[in-house]
């Protein structure tokens, strides 16, 4: 089955961390870029970070830049967000997704998503 799948969202308290991971099954992730996005309750869904298929190109949005991280291991299949400096506004579940494209990030456009981590930060 073609599939992403999200892990290591929790429960962590202010100004802590969380590593999230998004692995694909039955697919190359190498093919792709992935982006992350996140989405809390009553929420529209926000963009979070994306990285190119092998990794040369990354980009944040404005409320996360200095604080989190993208990396990929393709050898792995995976892809990381590395969360540091949480904030409760961070709490969402988060996602992944492939993309063609950084344009079709910026355009909320992709192929496959997973089920989302949850990841909740309060005191």
């Known amino acids: 089955q073609v599939q992403l799948v999200e892990s290591g969202g929790g429960l962590v308290q202010p100004g802590g961390s969380l590593r999230l991971s998004c692995a694909a099954s039955?697919?190359?992730?190498?093919?792709?870029?992935i982006g992350w996005f996140r989405q809390a309750p009553g929420k529209e869904r926000e963009e979070v970070s994306y990285i190119n298929s092998d990794g040369s190109f990354t980009y944040y949005e404005n409320f996360v830049k200095g604080r989190f991280t993208i990396s990929r291991d393709n050898a792995k299949n995976t892809v990381y967000l590395q969360m540091n400096s949480l904030k409760p506004e961070d709490t969402a579940v988060h996602y992944c997704?492939?993309?063609?494209?950084?344009?079709?990030?910026?355009?909320?456009?992709?192929?496959?998503w997973g089920q989302g981590t949850q990841v909740t930060v309060s005191s």
């Open positions: 997704a492939t993309f063609d494209a950084f344009a079709d990030y910026l355009r909320g456009t992709f192929k496959t």
């Open positions: 039955g697919f190359t992730l190498g093919d792709y870029g």
